[in-house]
């Protein structure tokens, strides 16, 4: 029997993992993918993740998961009249496989078992506890008191076991060779509507342009690109070279109010899998959090589901806040997204 097994190993999951390990419980962390697997994202961590990473997980970032130029000076905005906004923080840049397997091994070598090329496919309730089917080179069945959902936005578990749908932000991103007249230690965020559906956004990883957009509707995606690149070119002289790479992801899109689903029973959600997402994409702050508030609540009372969640629930409600009080920042900056003020 397994105090938690765990869904995805990314920062909510492994930092779940590495709060339950550190306090002597029986974790599985698990993932689909093979480690360390590539993720598409900015890749650029802020102050309040570069602290919670040192903070949950003991130790820097290994130089191996940086990028040039490693080091992130802030963000910057251009809200939907053409206005430029500078918000100087620390941070850095790192590529999400190095980054995230590095938490993945830090959990592993705090006591959590690590399957990678591993999902969950299913559960069910047994006993006082939950029968969970693996997946991957060997399917089997494992039993544990609490499951944590923690597979991303796309992931199909969550689905799964609410029968709840979600709305989703399609996103375009290409990497390629070239030149701009824009400092690379910057994050780039443009939220004209005419330039996307969402927003779409600009930063440099290892000499590689990475420029992005996103909308609702998926086949609006390419239109926007295209439009995106020719204003970059006009208004920051781009100069696209070679391409090397092209992702397209979903990520939820967050409603007023930022509604969350945390649980149900003895399964648990977090990071972005129970909704918990900033402007612009930023979720890994509050992947790390909620992952780590979810592991404290199961090892609170690991008989108790009801108390588990209401524990979870009180203990990541100033990190609600803080999203709600990011987005309502986001609508002042553009009509896109008036409905969250």
């Not at 439009?227 to 899109?253: C, N, S, T, V």
């Amino acid at each position: 029997m397994y105090d938690a097994i765990i869904a995805g190993a990314g920062p909510a999951g492994s930092a779940a993992a590495m709060a339950l390990a550190q306090q002597g419980g029986r974790v599985l962390l698990t993932d689909r993918c093979a480690l360390p697997r590539y993720k598409s994202c900015s890749g650029m961590l802020i102050e309040k993740t570069l602290a919670l990473t040192e903070r949950y997980f003991g130790r820097e970032i290994p130089a191996e998961a940086l990028c040039a130029p490693a080091e992130n000076r802030g963000m910057v905005f251009t809200d939907d009249r053409g206005r430029e906004y500078r918000f100087e923080q620390s941070g850095l840049n790192v590529w999400r496989s190095g980054y995230d397997g590095f938490l993945a091994r830090r959990a592993a070598e705090c006591g959590a078992q690590l399957r990678d090329g591993t999902p969950v496919v299913s559960c069910r309730e047994e006993g006082a506890g939950l029968a969970v089917s693996l997946g991957g080179g060997e399917p089997r069945t494992e039993r544990t008191r609490y499951l944590l959902v923690c597979e991303g936005a796309a992931g199909f578990l969550r689905r799964r076991l609410t029968g709840a749908g979600r709305d989703f932000v399609a996103t375009l991103q290409t990497f390629s060779r070239g030149e701009i007249d824009l400092d690379p230690h910057y994050f780039y965020a443009y939220l004209q509507p005419e330039l996307s559906g969402y927003d779409a956004w600009f930063n440099v990883k290892d000499g590689q342009l990475v420029l992005g957009v996103s909308a609702a509707e998926p086949e609006k995606l390419a239109g926007c690109y295209r439009r995106f690149i020719a204003y970059m070119e006009q208004k920051h002289g781009l100069r696209q070279g070679e391409p090397l790479r092209r992702d397209k992801w979903l990520m939820p899109r967050v409603r007023p109010g930022c509604p969350l689903e945390l649980g149900r029973g003895r399964v648990l959600f977090a990071g972005e899998a129970a909704g918990f997402l900033n402007p612009m994409g930023e979720g890994i702050s509050s992947a790390l959090e909620s992952g780590h508030q979810a592991a404290l609540a199961v090892s609170a009372h690991p008989e108790r589901p009801e108390q588990a969640l209401e524990v979870y629930r009180r203990e990541t409600e100033a990190l609600r806040d803080y999203m709600v009080r990011q987005w309502r920042v986001t609508a002042r900056l553009a009509g896109t997204f008036r409905e969250m003020a």
